[in-house]
């Protein structure tokens, strides 16, 4: 039997034992037809806490009981309840974060592919759960979806997967420019994605979703190239994966004022609309800026100069043309940007009150473009450009600092340690690599960062990287961000770290339902997900389920509606599954950014012809 169909009978039969389950009630027992320990039927228990997908065969594997067993905990076959292992449960300890008393499950020792679950006597089951090469295919699909379920300006449908999700074609008038950008007229700029759970777009946000996907892309190219997503694109010239890429870079570059090379910070109507789809969003849309000169954005302009520049490195094997569009605007954005240090977007004109994505501070994004038109071109302007602001930042990358739109140091710092790899881009071969000592100090500190973050992973009770200080607004998303960090550094490091991956899987482990919640924080992935986020269409359509592979944003210490009411939980714990709760359970395609960035590092590596694999 091949790896493929193997996975695929795996799948099969998970899908038999979890398909129609949800997140409706948090106490929920969902029934296995094996027996437990005991003789009768096993019941999914909330207390038995595991990844709701599954693990790869080689990693660790964990599972987290917040009761007390009264013995050992028996991993069992999902198909007939036979026992494939049993494990003595570690001592419990108190989660500070969360406030569970958590004793964590180890049954690494299990690598043959199979559906299960845990069986612990006392206690109760877990859900099922699988072990394979293939299991992260499936959830890959759906969030690299969600991005089309998000599209704007065109027919949205998510058949074949998903037939009973779509709404027809919106926002297709020009927009109007807003008394804040100092100009009148129109501006036509289909297209895009929405940002979030709402039906704006904005350049600086966009930029670190594209840039993210972009760089998924690059380094899982083998893996990633010959995937169908079932999108109106799909069999062309371009992948896939690049092919939803590109319908939102398209709009970016829309967003450039071709006069001068600057970009606008957002297109938005007036107000957030009501719980409707798309198509009945019909106020106006504006093209908003800072409402005084140069009215652009620094961070908008730069953030396209990053993407841009990645952008004409990635696609010019399938499509040169549109390589020298991305890097002509590239170009044009960055020499902007550096004419105008400090053109920032700092809160919403008067009459506006959609998503502000202020910021007063925007170096990284010029650090980032500069890295990345390095990368694609060789260029010394480039280059000289980024020594000289680089060491701003000491250490260059920490562990207690992920990734998020208003910082992008990040991503410059792993682009200009990048640029020195051997699978560095064709774009710039033959020409000066990146400066060795720079180099040396980019991966001296990535590697002590993610040892830090392997740590925080290890000290936790459900072994995540949050501090206790970072349950604010999207915080899976920077749980996210820092398992990618982990896989960067093992990208640069000069021997792949067990370590590194382990813990990478450790973070995508809770967002899948391996947390104080037991459900999963993706949108129809697992047993039991996310059922009311925020987020218009699954609000404005008649399917009872949300719209799938959707993030939501997980616990928020920072906001609590109800605290003068109601006892405050500890900030692990203050997420609820409520479509009105915003500042929680929205989705944002900057969060699912980094959550398809970890499946593809999951997914296996593509075979090749004569590889023997």
């Known amino acids: 039997m091949s790896a493929s169909n193997e996975a695929l009978i795996v799948l099969a039969v998970v899908a038999s034992l979890v398909g129609a389950v949800s997140a409706a009630a948090p106490t929920t027992a969902t029934t296995l037809p ?16 595991v990844c709701q997908v599954g693990y790869l065969p080689r990693e660790t594997k964990f599972a987290m009981v917040t009761a007390p067993p009264t013995g050992d905990v028996t991993v069992r076959r999902a198909g007939d309840g036979s026992v494939a292992l049993t494990v003595e449960p ?9 406030g569970d008393e958590i004793r964590p499950v180890d049954f690494s020792a299990l690598t043959e592919p199979g559906a299960y679950y845990l069986d612990v006597p006392g206690v109760g089951a877990s859900h099922a759960f699988a072990i394979g090469d293939d299991i992260f295919a499936r959830p890959f699909r759906l969030a690299m979806r969600s991005f089309t379920g998000q599209r704007c300006g065109t027919r949205v449908s998510l058949a074949p997967d998903f037939p009973d999700y779509h709404y027809e074609p919106c926002h297709l008038a020009d927009a109007q420019y807003h008394a804040s950008t100092g100009r ?19 350049v ?7 840039g993210t996907l ?12 010959q995937l169908n997503l079932d999108i109106p694109e799909s069999g062309g010239a371009v992948p896939d994966v690049l092919a939803e890429i590109r319908w939102n870079l398209d709009w970016m570059l829309k967003m450039q004022d071709p006069a001068d090379g600057g970009a606008w910070h957002k297109a938005t109507t007036a107000n957030f609309p009501g719980m409707v789809l798309p198509i009945d969003d019909r106020a106006p849309m504006l093209i908003v800026g800072t409402g005084r000169e140069p009215y652009k954005t620094t961070a908008a302009t730069a ?20 390589a020298d569009r991305c890097l002509s605007a590239a170009e044009r954005a960055f020499a902007w940007a550096k004419d105008h240090p400090d053109s920032h977007f700092t809160r919403n004109p008067q009459g506006v009150s959609t998503g502000g994505y202020e910021d007063r501070e925007a170096r990284d994004e010029l650090l980032w473009a500069a890295a990345e038109l390095f990368r694609t071109t060789g260029k010394a302007e480039y280059d000289q450009y980024f020594l000289a602001h680089y060491g701003h930042w000491t250490p260059p990358l920490a562990g207690n600092s992920a990734q998020g739109w208003p910082n992008v140091r990040n991503l410059g710092m792993y682009a200009y340690a990048l640029a020195g790899r051997p699978a560095a881009s064709a774009a710039a071969a033959g020409k000066a690599g990146p400066n060795a000592e720079a180099v040396g100090k980019i991966r001296a500190a990535a590697l002590a960062a993610a040892d830090d973050i392997v740590k925080r992973i290890a000290r936790n009770g459900y072994r995540m990287p949050l501090g206790s200080n970072e349950y604010y607004w999207g915080s ?8 990618m960090m982990l896989l960067l550094a093992n990208r640069l490091a000069p021997e792949p770290r067990r370590e590194y991956a382990d813990a990478a899987q450790d973070a995508l482990h809770y967002l899948l339902g391996r947390n104080s919640f037991n459900t999963s924080f993706v949108t129809q992935v697992g047993s ?66 980094p959550l398809v960035f970890l499946l593809a590092e999951a997914l296996p590596q593509a075979k090749t012809p004569g590889d023997g694999r």
């Open 184 to 202: 009148e007229g129109t501006l036509p700029c289909t297209g895009g994605w929405h940002d979030a759970g709402d039906y704006g777009r904005y």
């Open 476 to 483: 899976n998303s920077v749980v996210a961000n820092y398992a």
């Open 90 to 98: 570690g001592a419990a300890a108190r989660d500070a974060d969360s």
């Open 303 to 322: 953030d396209l100069a990053a993407v841009a520049a990645a952008a004409a490195r990635v696609y010019r094997q399938f499509d040169p043309a549109y």
């Open 204 to 210: 600086v946000n966009s930029g670190i979703t594209t």
């Open 528 to 593: 039991r997900w996310a059922m009311r986020p925020h987020h218009r269409p699954s609000a404005g359509d008649k399917n009872e389920q949300p719209w799938p592979g959707l993030l939501v944003g997980g616990p928020n210490a920072q906001r609590r509606r109800d605290a003068a009411t109601r006892p405050v939980p500890p900030p692990a714990r203050q997420w609820v599954d409520d479509q009105g709760d915003y500042a929680r359970n929205e989705n944002a395609v900057n969060w699912n950014a």
């Open 214 to 225: 972009l760089v998924a892309y690059e380094l899982n190219e083998a893996k990633l190239r």
């Open 34 to 49: 094996a027996s437990s320990s005991a003789g009768g039927r096993a019941k999914a228990s909330d207390d038995v806490k």
